[in-house]
């Protein structure tokens, strides 16, 4: 998709790393990066910006098929039900997709993030084989539709192939339900190879993810990490640890370490990686991964609705932690929701208000939407991001539902009307990578996106039924 190229902008306020700015003019170098910026009155004559204008956040984790059964698994079936009990339901509803199905779920999920302060994407993929457990004649074919979906829609992909060998710490064999997920080292090894070079032609970055330590064990864990350095030298290294409970019990059983413990034992953990979740975690572990550099990957919206548990922001914030944000599931697509419930999970724990802004950001939007942006570009193996000499050149444009939305008395505080007052969901212009890919709120596709993905909803419809029925 050929996208309007900007070769800068003039923000009439902007949020920067150090602040809301005014009268900023940032000039793009055609790699999609800020290469000046100056406080002035737009000698350039770039395209202006009146409303306030934010860095672009980098959805760090994402399983796009999962977009398609939000809504589907919220009616108890069971006297307790869980995360254990919506997996089940997941595991089915992934053995329904075709490639086709899953292209178009990515690509209106991808739209929907766009349009949901959203500029990049890491997608955590591992729906691999066919329905039958089989791979494909090309390995990696469903990754090449993720490749599509983020190039029609513009959103900056890192894509993550999933290692997954085993259902429980020990290495034990994998369910009949995880069929499409399961490769072997030998068989991961060929696909990432296969997607080298596609990757790098498109501009996407490509990375490794062991699904977690009970999917992968840590001599696999050491096989993947030698591969990477050996393929993609460098590349993020994200995983699932510690998200429930049950798991720490089994990781205990296991080996007597709790599953930070063990991660950190058996590789070296450094920026490259990217810890999803982590909500489980003594006071040792929240050190640990603070101090490591790593980024953690909080899906704060997915997180309540599978009942995960409350991650500790404040502590790990507290010793220099770095963390952005995921939609995870996709039951929610805007970033301003994920900070929203982040923050709010605190307040509730600690019968406290405003507890995520910092000494020198006492606004908690601007001090959540800052790190989010900057923790998800280290997460995706990005520049650092931010609007300065530097970042990358993507941004989003915060617009009002109305004139007076919001009482005109302090035009900064736009991004926390936007974040905490439920009414401000609205996105204006959207650029990535200099690109201009959503121009006051559409798509240039977004018809054709839409209408594909009600043609696959009504293929997965029937397929769904007519295996009910069996
Ligand atoms: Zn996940």
């Known amino acids: ?33 800020i290469q ?62 075709s490639p086709e199905d899953l292209q178009a779920i990515a690509a209106r999920l991808y739209l929907s993030l766009l349009k949901g302060g959203y500029t990049g994407i890491v997608e955590f993929h591992y729906v691999h084989n066919d329905l039958d457990g089989t791979p494909y004649a090309r390995r990696e074919e469903l990754s090449l539709g993720i490749f599509e979906a983020a190039q029609a829609t513009g959103l900056d992909l890192t894509h993550l192939p999933v290692f997954y060998a085993h259902s429980n710490f020990g290495g034990l064999t994998p369910t009949e339900g995880q069929r499409r997920f399961i490769q072997s080292l030998d068989g991961y090894a060929e696909m990432l190879d296969s997607l080298r070079a596609p990757a790098k032609a498109a501009g996407h970055t490509l990375g490794i993810a062991p ?125 301003a929701q994920e900070l929203q419930q982040l923050e709010y999970s605190q307040r509730l724990r600690d019968r406290q208000r405003n507890v995520l802004a910092a000494m020198d950001t006492p606004h908690v939007a601007a001090n959540l939407w800052n790190r989010a942006a900057q923790g998800g570009a280290r997460a995706s193996g990005r520049p650092e991001q931010g609007l300065a000499v530097g970042g990358m050149a993507s941004f989003v444009e915060i617009t009002s539902p109305e004139p007076a939305a919001m009482l005109p008395v302090d035009p900064e505080a736009a991004l926390d009307f936007h974040v905490f007052a439920g009414r401000g969901f609205h996105i204006g212009d959207v650029v990535v990578r200099g690109k201009k890919v959503i121009s006051d709120g559409h798509h240039p596709l977004e018809e054709k996106i839409v209408t594909d993905y009600a043609v696959a909803m009504a293929r997965v419809a029937e397929r769904l039924s007519a295996r009910k029925a069996t």
């Open 1 to 33: 998709m050929a996208f309007e190229t900007l070769k800068g902008a003039h923000f009439r306020l902007a949020l920067t790393p150090d602040g809301w700015v005014r009268n900023l003019s940032v000039q793009f170098s055609p790699d999609g990066l």
């Open 211 to 335: 699904h977690s330590l009970r999917a992968a064990t840590p001599e696999e864990i050491a096989k993947l990490l030698e591969l990477r350095d050996d393929l993609i030298p460098d590349s993020p290294v994200h995983i699932h640890v510690a998200e429930q409970v049950k798991e720490v019990e089994d990781a205990l059983a296991w080996n007597g370490r709790r599953p930070v413990e063990q991660l950190f034992d058996i590789a070296p953990v450094d920026a490259r990686w990217c810890l999803i979740h982590a909500t489980h975690l003594d006071d040792r572990e929240v050190g640990m991964i603070a101090k490591s550099g790593a980024t953690v990957g909080l899906c704060p919206m997915t997180e309540a609705n599978l009942g995960d548990g409350i991650f500790r922001a404040t502590d790990y914030i507290a010793q220099g932690g770095v963390f952005g944000i995921g939609s995870d599931s996709n039951i929610a697509t805007f970033a």
């Open 36 to 97: 000046s910026a100056a406080e002035d009155d737009n000698p350039e004559g770039f395209a202006v910006y009146d409303n306030p204008v934010v860095p672009g956040i980098t959805d760090l984790h994402s399983h796009a098929f999962q977009y398609a059964m939000a809504g589907l698994s919220e009616v108890r079936r069971n006297p307790i039900d869980s995360f254990w009990s919506w997996r089940d339901i997941m595991y089915f509803f992934a053995l329904t997709l």
